[in-house]
């Protein structure tokens, strides 16, 4: 298994642009989340999905859009970039959201917002 | 390599003390951390330390950093239900980089 992967690595955008950061698992998990992480902070839940189809809010959602069409992907999408989204994001899954489950986390994608 | 790892059970009687290992291997790590999830959340900073430091308590957490076997421990006094969850270790670089361990489940025995 090729666990979780996200793409791209680095990204460089201009305020006003937009992108979608990639993420995708192999092992058949009914739950995703992303989260970002910034310098001195913890990680902040951005948005989840508990299945295909279902999509939910977490704490910091505002200029981020998702979806969730398939098991494998769960696309993170910034529709007009800001610096203050300039980030290191993670995707995340696991199996369920029951506390027997661990989250196997990507490597992360470095944004930066000009 | 990169390579964060941690048990992935433990169980403790409520009122003992929870002690949860982490080894990495990358000796440039800049800061360690250790997150929680509870069912249902996603995750929560719990506490962090610098790597040029050994220990650091905060309230009923004492973190240990042995730097030179590249060893992390979380220790919880008091156990409590409460305190039921999946604890990660995690460890960033000059580059911000975050590797993640799988993650250790701790059960409170009651």
């Known amino acids: 298994n090729a666990g979780v992967t996200q793409t791209p690595k680095f990204q460089v955008l201009k305020t006003g642009q937009s992108m979608t950061l990639q993420c995708a698992q192999d092992?058949?998990?009914?739950?995703m989340s992303w989260y970002r992480q910034d310098p001195g902070m913890g990680l902040r839940l951005i948005h989840y999905?508990?299945?295909?189809?279902?999509?939910d809010q977490g704490e910091v959602p505002n200029g981020y859009n998702v979806s969730r069409s398939t098991t494998e992907d769960f696309p993170l999408r910034l529709l007009s970039a800001a610096p203050s989204q300039t980030s290191v994001y993670f995707c995340a899954s696991s199996y369920s959201l029951a506390d027997t489950d661990t989250q196997y986390f990507g490597p992360g994608t470095r944004l930066t917002v000009l | 390599g990169e390579d964060v790892e941690q048990s992935l059970f433990l169980s403790v009687r409520e009122g003992d003390s929870s002690v949860i290992n982490c080894t990495y291997t990358d000796s440039s790590s800049t800061y360690l951390y250790w997150y929680k999830q509870e069912p249902g959340a996603g995750l929560q900073l719990l506490t962090y330390i610098f790597s040029n430091m050994d220990m650091k308590q905060d309230q009923r957490l004492t973190v240990l950093l042995n730097k030179k076997d590249k060893h992390l421990s979380l220790r919880i006094a008091d156990t409590q239900t409460g305190d039921s969850a999946i604890y990660f270790c995690a460890e960033t670089h000059r580059d911000d980089k975050i590797i993640f361990g799988k993650g250790t489940r701790l059960h409170i025995l009651p």
């Open positions: 999905s508990v299945g295909a189809g279902i999509t």
């Open positions: 092992m058949n998990h009914e739950y």
